[in-house]
């Protein structure tokens, strides 16, 4: 999952990008307004972290323009609890959530599961496909009751690929969802997670389409396997 975190504040910004990478998530902090715009315009990003006193362009108006060029991707607004105002204008705006700052960092990672939970269109917290279980809550995975000790690149990759529910989903669209643009990615580097995961999980589990990608297939009860996917 790819996270844009817009914030002009360098330590808040360091602490928020640190724990959004211990939770396995993709992160590409931006630091005003305008340049924040410009890669929601862009797409490919899963969620918006906006603080809304931002340099360039104030946070509600890139929200406005944003919502106005049809982006739908959620955004959360960091908001001062001293301007209750502020929060009403971003959520007006097309914000889908707020957190007044100070906040603590274990409620701003529920609120974005909660987010991703309901743009994917999920209500139970945890992903499941057959004998397969990853809590997005607690970096967990067990598969066939047993804990699985994964990587946190791993760990990304076969969130994205149960959240995409048994659907192919291309190499490139992956490795942009594994890493962030400043960051350096072997070519091959999603098929060497993706090799890791059969290994430690199984090797049926993960389906090779060709010139398509990848896409997650419960082995054992092929064809129901969609099914099984908790709503
Ligand atoms: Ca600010």
Known sequence: ??????????????GIRTALRRAAYSVDWLRDGASALAAIGAGDLDLVVLDLGLPRLDGVEVIRQARRSGASVPIL??????RPSERTLGLDAGADDYLGKPFDTHELLARIRAL???????AAPLLALGALELDPATLEVRWRGRPVDLSR?????LRVLLEQRGRPIGRESLQQRLYGWDEDVASNAVDVHVHALR?????????????IGYALDEP??????????QP
């Open 1 to 14: 999952m790819r996270i844009l975190l817009v914030e002009d504040d360098e330590s808040l910004g360091e």
């Open 77 to 82: 607004v960091l908001s001062a609890r001293e």
């Open 116 to 122: 991703l939970r309901r743009a994917g269109g999920r």
């Open 153 to 157: 690149r791993e760990f990304a990759l």
């Open 199 to 211: 290994k430690k999980l199984d090797p049926a589990l993960i389906r090779t389409l060709r010139g």
């Open 220 to 229: 054992t009860a092929r064809g129901e396997a969609q099914a099984q996917v």
